[in-house]
């Protein structure tokens, strides 16, 4: 019976992974630009790191996971995102000690059992990166510069950057009880989710996807009203900073994010192009995830991009290109000794540094020809009897068609390497 991949999947075939590694390419040059090395770690964790690490009453947490038990009995989840993971390493392995701030990214694929649509997959790929040590608004401000710096580099128009602050645990407990005495007498109207979980974490009701909720918290108190006087100097000079390096933004003070351990910054790259889901990039702060994961205090600010989100938004500005494999040299070899003889001859340019191919398939000549010319080969040679008999070789162009002809030995490496790699 004829597979199919699950649900939510997907297979990036070769005429689009040139594009993934385009972006991620980009993303990664510009982390060492400022200062971020690579992190790798676990597609899966033990439960309780994102049960901890991302909160209980998250949707990521309550609906999403992909969680089960191993043939030892351990409780595992795929991971839904990066950040826990990449603190739970960042914990046990002691980086705390090393010089702050530690700066680290990632390049990795998430899961969550999401309902699929435009954009919504349930494997899908982050990039992200996790600032620690550091606690003053400079670091938020230098994340979102290299963030507008990302999207600037990769041609990117029409996005917006929306930030909030939804302060620390002391803000936070005045707003609870702001915010719980407006919703209880509309709880008939919350889903049932969010009906359950409205007493434990209440600010969760502000991110849930159901109209009904978002109808009900429209005009809900709004954290920003009641952050204390260190979070609120956070965000002005924070807003200072971005004013100063020109870059705009606009204060949405709705946004909670969907993960519990956001502390003050919160933020989002939203743009119109991503289907419903116009969230390209999200995060903030979370001062209190690394203690909350058994480390030492330490505070930290990190965001994850959603790699399928931003390429259907390049794709959609037409930013991303055609590309296809492009071979320098073909080889077209027509019998059994100029086929060893084109296999040898294709090694040593290979490691030379120049990309060759030659025939595989006992084609005709004619059928070898058109095979060079319909898949980007820049030049070829042909290998017959006759040119082994004379040990020289005719290159021929297949860009420029005028261009002459040359000779070159056969065995002459180095001056078939040096034309080769001309262009
Ligand atoms: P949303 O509100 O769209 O559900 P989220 O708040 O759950 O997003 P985050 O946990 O902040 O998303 O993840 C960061 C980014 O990862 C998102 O901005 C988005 O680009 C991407 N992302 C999240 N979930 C998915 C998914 N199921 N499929 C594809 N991309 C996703
Ligand atoms: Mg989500």
Same mark, same amino acid.
């Given at each position: 019976?004829?597979q199919?991949?699950? =649900?939510?999947?997907?297979?990036l075939?070769? +005429? ?7 972006? +991620?390419?980009?993303?990664? %040059? ?19 790191v994102?049960?901890?690490?991302? $909160? ?7 609906? +999403?996971?992909?969680?089960f ?6 409780s ?21 000690? =090393? ?6 990214f ?6 969550r059992?999401?309902n ?6 349930r494997?899908? &790929?982050?990039?992200g990166?996790?600032a ?10 230098e @994340?979102?510069?290299?963030?507008? &710096?990302?999207?600037?580099?990769? *041609?990117?128009? !029409?996005?917006?950057? &929306?930030?909030?602050?939804? $302060?620390?645990?002391n803000?936070?407990?005045?707003y ?11 709880k ?17 009701v502000?991110?849930?996807?159901? =109209?009904?909720?978002?109808d009900?918290?429209k %005009? #809900?108190?709004l954290?920003?009203?009641?952050? /204390?006087?260190?979070?609120k100097?956070?965000? /002005? ?5 971005? /004013? ?16 519990d ?8 790259? @939203?743009?119109?192009n ?7 990039? *999200? ?23 959603g790699e ?7 794709? #959609?500005?037409?930013?991303v290109?055609? &590309? ?11 019998n059994?000794?100029?086929?060893? +003889?084109a296999?040898?001859?294709?090694q040593?340019?290979?490691r ?8 595989l398939? !006992?084609?005709s ?6 095979y060079? *010319?319909?898949n980007?080969? %820049? ?6 009897? /006759?040119?082994l ?8 162009s297949?860009?420029?068609r %005028?261009k002459?002809?040359?000779?070159v ?7 078939? #390497? ?6």
């Amino acid at each position: 019976m004829k597979q199919q991949a699950p =649900k939510g999947t997907q297979d990036l075939l070769p +005429e689009v992974t040139l594009n993934w590694q385009y972006v +991620e390419r980009t993303f990664e %040059d510009l982390c060492k630009l400022y200062g971020y090395e690579e992190i790798r770690i676990p597609t899966f964790e033990h439960s309780e790191v994102f049960q901890r690490g991302v $909160g209980e009453t998250t949707d990521v947490v309550q609906k +999403e996971m992909y969680t089960f038990e191993d043939k030892g009995g351990r409780s595992l989840t795929l991971r839904p995102e990066g950040t826990a993971g990449v603190v739970r390493a960042y914990v046990e392995n002691g980086m705390g000690s =090393k010089t702050s701030p530690q700066r680290l990214f990632y390049v990795i694929t998430a899961f969550r059992y999401e309902n699929v649509q435009k954009g919504r997959y349930r494997e899908f &790929h982050q990039m992200g990166v996790e600032a620690f040590g550091a606690k003053g608004p400079h670091i938020d401000a230098e @994340v979102l510069a290299m963030l507008d &710096h990302y999207f600037e580099e990769l *041609g990117l128009k !029409d996005y917006a950057l &929306h930030i909030n602050s939804i $302060g620390c645990p002391n803000c936070r407990a005045q707003y609870r009880e702001a915010l719980l005495a407006y919703l209880r007498p509309k709880k008939d109207q919350l889903c049932q989710d969010c009906q359950n979980r409205m007493e434990e974490n209440p600010l969760r009701v502000l991110d849930c996807k159901e =109209k009904s909720c978002q109808d009900v918290t429209k %005009d #809900a108190p709004l954290i920003l009203d009641y952050l /204390d006087e260190e979070c609120k100097d956070h965000f /002005d000079t924070l807003k200072g900073l971005l /004013d100063d390096m020109g870059i705009s933004y606009k204060v949405d003070p709705r946004i909670v994010r969907g993960l519990d351990y956001y502390t003050k910054t919160v933020f989002e790259f @939203v743009s119109e192009n991503v289907g419903t889901q116009g969230t390209i990039c *999200g995060g903030g702060r979370y001062d209190g995830l690394v203690e909350a994961l058994g480390g030492p205090s330490t505070p930290g600010i990190g965001f994850a991009m959603g790699e399928e989100r931003l390429l259907m938004e390049l794709e #959609a500005q037409g930013l991303v290109k055609p &590309h296809s494999l492009e071979t320098t040299l073909y080889i077209a070899n027509l019998n059994d000794a100029a086929h060893t +003889e084109a296999q040898a001859l294709a090694q040593a340019l290979r490691r030379r540094g120049i990309s060759v191919q030659y025939d595989l398939m !006992d084609r005709s000549l004619r059928a070898q020809m058109k095979y060079a *010319g319909k898949n980007n080969m %820049d030049y070829i040679l042909v290998l017959g009897e /006759d040119e082994l008999a004379r040990g020289k070789v005719m290159l021929r162009s297949l860009v420029d068609r %005028d261009k002459e002809e040359v000779e070159v030995g056969l065995h002459d490496i180095d001056t078939l #390497a040096e034309i080769l790699a001309e262009d």
